[in-house]
């Protein structure tokens, strides 16, 4: 009898404790929060998944956050890639970072190689957070398709994730530069309102 229910108990717990699905969060998901960061320096990686469908995405993301008029220092991929020439020695890139994992939902900090490439990254720039748009996809609509964006908000002192989440764009004809525009515009106000 013992036996049976000690069986019982540990089927609920490995029930209740089952590995969580990694199929990426819908639009409208978030996870954690954004913090004040007037004042701050934020790096904004460039998409790292999926960008190459959409290459005029990365641009719209920078003029969508120029625009914001914060007090924020944003620091796009130009900026970043200046400041890896300036400094040849550090072995650093911003793009194709092995970003996947952070699609899972239990990954509350960056793991390396991703966080050691932040983090020098954010010494060279005075950096205390990094955007990282993680994944652009492109999603059928009733209307049209949309772009839906997962982006994390790190800490680049301790890799912790600040805040996660997905915005989606308006709906709009395939190949249509509103596509990349609206979901640019849709993470600014997420982000930076």
């Keep these: 009898m013992r036996r049976a229910f000690w069986i019982v108990g540990l089927a609920w717990v490995l029930v209740g404790c089952g590995a969580r699905s990694a199929v990426p969060p819908e639009p409208g998901y978030e996870r954690g929060g954004i913090p004040d960061l007037a004042g701050a ?5 460039p998409v790292q998944l999926g960008g190459g469908a959409f290459p005029e995405l990365d641009t719209e993301i920078a003029y969508a956050f120029d625009r914001t008029g914060d007090q924020t220092t944003w620091l796009f991929a130009e900026e970043l890639d200046q400041a890896i020439s300036r400094n040849p020695g550090f072995d650093l890139a911003v793009r194709n970072l092995p970003v996947r994992a952070l699609l899972a939902p239990e990954v509350e900090r960056l793991g390396d190689p991703v966080f050691a490439q932040v983090y020098r990254l954010a010494a060279l720039t005075s950096s205390g957070y990094a955007l990282l748009p993680i994944e652009a996809r492109e999603t059928a ?3 049209g398709v949309f772009i839906e964006l997962t982006a994390t908000l790190v800490d680049t002192r301790s890799g912790f994730i600040l805040w996660l989440g997905v915005v989606r764009g308006a709906e709009a ?13 849709a993470l600014a106000l997420e982000v930076a309102p």
Excluded: N
């Design 141 to 143: 609509g009733s209307a």
């Design 41 to 45: 320096r934020v790096m904004v990686l």
């Design 173 to 185: 004809p395939e190949g249509d530069v509103l596509l990349a525009a609206t979901v640019a515009e």
